[in-house]
């Protein structure tokens, strides 16, 4: 549709452009400033921005050290490194004490590529899931990078914002909805609902075409928000369609797969599957030739649709 | 192996590095050309290790602690045929063992998983005292970046190596000023870390750290008692005009040109 962009080129810029609205906003990185794209922000504001170094441990806690003197820090390093390597200074100076502190991580994911399982966090949405006050977005394309910096801004506690690397198209509008906890159908369908996060909305919506073509109509919806979970809408969901599939680039434990089972359990009866990585470390490859090898192409997305309607 | 002089061994090594990074228009160039003859000092003049047999017991053990560096460490481990130099140009395919960053499970010859960086010192000291505990007496080498000892976990394990009276254990520093948002310096200052590891227990010496036999040689010291650290003055880059001393190309993929360019200085010849 509209402009193809790196989800990390839309959160530098949403970066800047909430710094220009909020004196308040500093921002923290640790030697990836060129990678997470805070450099932009760094050129703009560089009174505002501080680079601590191959220093994720002490970048987290120093972020809740400007939390708790008034400021509104956004920390960035790669996803794996920061919700991994800092995961108990998240735990424990950030969010038990609800600390203000925004984190948009990129390079999430199996979209990493060619770095490898070593770079690859395919459980960054599982380890903030579980430390209770945090948010966590997961924007499917750069439209929903910017909203969901600015929606970061707002909430009082930490967010997590997991950025993906690769350059996308932009699939939702400026004025799609973009609510917190609220997932947002974006297509219509009758015979199943994709749950989809992150990259994998797009590949949903493509897999959803080559089905309307077979007679299957399956619906869309975009799970930007991981926590606080919509189970509203999942229930509703589970009601109306009878069926739910859900696709993400992560671990089918502990992220959105399990968000909708744990909704599920004991509370529908609906058919439910999940695609994810099944419990596997990812490895060097193209990211196309990832996505292929652990299942999450829009072919692999068709034929869990057709499995649950057959 | 030991045919030709560290020089032209250097200069094959390199051609090796920037073939393979070219292949896979992905990877880190500068931080794998300043390694290099750290990494020939090691591994052709002071190491103790057999390509037939890469899980030998004895061997002394390298750990690239700063692992985006590992071109430099695959087309050693080639050379010295501990697997075909041919696997080198399917580098970080999705059917190569060949990964991003090293990977002790896929690769022959490869120690230690690195890529985190900041680990390979703390498995590093854990070799080392392994080696004192199994009473053996191999002997454990830690490459490091600059950028990487701004990490805390450097220091824990710096701690820990003096703590434990590691004479077994050299970490290399190759010291190439510039991290991926520019200089040390500006980014997080070092300071002088040569006081700095000093002051933790270690023996401290300097070298320069293109110069293969001058490595080799403070490789091979040992200081009773104590952990040794050696300062390798080098460049990013090393070897390619317009990647010497430019932050820029710390994990940038050659176009053609560049491509070209590169394999002109050393040496001529595409080898594509
Ligand atoms: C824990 C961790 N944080 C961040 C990175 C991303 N990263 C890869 S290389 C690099 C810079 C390393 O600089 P330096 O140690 O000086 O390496 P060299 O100059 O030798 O390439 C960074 C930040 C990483 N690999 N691991
Ligand atoms: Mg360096």
Partial sequence: ??????????????????????????????????????????????????????????????????????????????????????????????????????????????????DGGSHQSVEDIALMRVVPNMTIFVPCDPVETRKAVFAAAEIDGPVYIRVARPVVETITAPDTPFVPGRIVLLREGSDVCILATGLMVKEALKASDALAREGIRAAVADVHTIKPFDSEFVLAAAEKYGRLLTVEEHSVIGG????????????????????????????????????????LTPGHIASECKALVG | MGHDSLDATATRLRRDILKMLYLCQSGHPGGSLSCVEILEGLYYRTMRVDPARPAWEDRDRLVLSKGHACPALYAVLADLGFFPREDLWRLRQVDSHLQGHPDMTKTPGVDVNTGSLGQGLSVAVGLALAAKHKRKDYRVYAVVGDGEVQEGMIWEAAMAASHYKLDNLVVLLDHNGLQIDGPNEEVMGLGDIVAKFSAFGFDCEEVDGHDAEAVAAAAGRRAEGRPRFIRCRTVKGKGVSFMEGAAGWHGKPMNAQEYETAMKELGGGQDV
Avoid: W
């Fill in chain 1, 1 to 114: 549709m509209s402009e193809a962009k790196s989800l990390r080129v839309a959160y530098g810029e949403a970066l800047v452009e909430l710094g220009a609205a909020n004196e308040r906003v500093v921002v923290l990185d640790a030697d990836l400033a060129h990678a997470t794209m805070t450099s932009l922000f760094q050129a703009k504001y560089p009174d505002r921005f501080y680079n601590f170094g191959l220093a994720e441990a002490n970048m987290m806690c120093a972020a809740a050290g400007f939390a708790h003197s008034g400021l509104l820090p956004f920390a960035s390093t790669f996803a794996l490194f920061g919700t991994g390597r800092a995961y108990e200074q998240i735990r424990n100076s950030v969010a038990y004490v609800n600390a203000n502190v925004k984190f948009g991580l990129s390079h999430s994911g199996l979209s990493v590529g060619e």
């Fill in chain 1, 256 to 295: 959105l797969g399990s968000a909708v089972a744990e909704t599920l359990a004991g509370a529908s009866a609906a058919k439910f599957r999940r695609l994810g990585i099944r419990d596997k470390f990812g490895y060097s490859g193209k990211p196309a030739d990832l996505f292929e090898a652990f299942g």
